[in-house]
């Protein structure tokens, strides 16, 4: 099947590897051949004594005299606030999402470069950048969408994507009128809710972040954001999602997609190979599994947001950053992480994965963010900080699905209008 590319050319692997040879320096064996032992901090602890092993072995046996050992971390996010508070959250880590901003980077990673020689090679650069300089490189890139179960929307007549919100809760009606629960939302883990933000530029554009900090009210109709957390908000409302939100489980909802108990569930890309790998060991074929996009549909068609997943690092502080170094670039460049996740490559000269095939038929447009504006990159942070707004967490959405589902006080225009009085509040204050 031919597949529609997502971004343009590239240069080779080569080249990635002299971006991050050329890094600055300023610790012991920093700018030196690789040697001696890194401690790899990740979130994967599903890899760590498989997948990721094997890693080590190959990157040790290309790079002799060298030892990669692993620390996964459950709660990644909430371990790694914690290790950010000492020098000791090892040589190459993932950069914590939702406690630091980019204004933070320089007192925690290690610069790999400018920000303009890194996009030359690598996907979502702007993502881990601020003031011109990268201190991140991408571990994989995904497409907002959301995974379900094929045969159940068959079932229940749905062929085509829905395109409008309309649309869509309608189809999870009639699936719901079938017997499985439309959709599921990962209340309890959390962090799946706040993969949502991912959706901000769907109808609004590239620029919609910049945008963002100069309004007032991003709840409000017609905004991305409005369209994000009021489609969560009515689905929960309609009824149309699990009973009992506060037991949901992560692991499990694979079993549950696999089988049709549920339907769907708004993610990256990232999730289709999990989804299907779920299928598989149920006995299904790997093709229940479909990946559509969301249901705001322009004239011009289907848009998709991409973006990174989490991005690795070095620490300022790491006394191997040389090998810290040589690590990423391999990992990045040689290890095959991205193309055995399904996921988007973060080298640009990579093809598209064949996760996104139900994206290449419908003609799907794919959108990347555009850079914040010079000096603002924190801003969006500064200001969702203080509303004390996770934008970019789950806490807030699950207060909206409480509201939602009548286990909290308030309704859908009460609530946005008070996400707006504290957003407008904290942009003033951030202002001044």
Do not use: H
């Amino acid at each position: 099947m031919s597949r529609r590319p997502i971004i343009g050319l590239a240069a080779t692997a080569a080249a990635a590897a002299l971006v991050l040879s050329g890094c600055s320096g300023g610790a012991a064996n920093d700018d030196g051949d690789p040697s001696g032992e890194i401690t790899v901090l990740t979130n994967r602890t599903d890899l760590v004594d498989t997948t990721f092993k094997d890693y080590a072995a190959e990157f040790e046996k290309q790079y002799p005299g060298t030892t990669v050992k692993f620390e996964a971390l459950t709660d990644y996010e909430g371990d790694a606030k914690i290790r950010l508070n000492s020098k000791d959250y090892g040589d190459v880590l993932l950069i914590p999402s939702s406690n630091v901003t980019k204004d933070q980077y320089a007192n925690f990673f290690e610069p790999l470069g400018s920000t303009e020689e890194q996009s030359k090679t690598y996907r979502f650069a702007n993502e881990a950048s601020f003031d011109g300089t990268a201190y991140g490189v991408s571990t994989f890139g995904s497409a907002m969408g959301y995974v379900f179960n094929r045969d159940v929307w068959t079932k229940a007549g749905i062929t085509e994507p829905p395109a409008t919100e309309e649309e869509y809760l309608a189809a999870l009606e009639k699936i719901k009128a079938n017997g499985s629960i439309p959709y599921y939302t990962n209340y309890k883990d959390g962090w799946p809710l706040a993969t949502l933000e991912g959706n901000l530029g769907a109808t609004q554009g590239p620029k919609v972040r910049t945008e963002m900090i100069a309004t007032d009210s991003p709840w409000t109709e017609g905004n991305d954001q409005y369209d994000i957390d009021g489609l969560l908000f009515d689905t929960v409302a309609a009824g149309l999602s699990e009973p009992d939100p506060t037991t949901t489980n992560w692991e499990e909802s694979k079993n549950l997609l696999a089988s049709g108990e549920i339907s769907s569930m708004v993610l990256g890309s990232w999730a289709v190979s999990q989804m299907q790998d779920a299928a598989e060991k149920a006995g299904e074929s790997r093709d229940v599994i479909g990946f559509w996009p969301m249901p705001w549909k322009t004239d011009e068609g289907f848009t998709s947001v991409t973006a990174s997943d989490k991005f690795l690092a070095v620490s300022k502080y790491s006394k191997n950053k040389a090998t810290a170094k040589a690590w990423i670039d391999w990992f990045t460049n040689e290890s095959g992480f991205a193309a055995s996740q399904g996921a988007i490559s973060p080298v640009i000269s990579d093809p598209a994965p064949d996760t996104l095939a139900d994206f290449s038929d419908l003609g799907v447009t794919y959108l990347e963010l555009a850079p914040d504006p010079v000096g603002k990159e924190a801003v969006i942070n500064d200001i969702a900080n203080a509303a004390e707004i996770d934008l970019f967490g789950n806490t807030y959405r699950q207060k909206l699905i409480d509201i939602a589902r009548g286990a909290a006080d308030g309704d859908k225009e009460s609530a946005f209008a008070d996400l707006n009085e504290r957003w407008a509040a904290a942009r003033a204050d951030v202002a001044e």
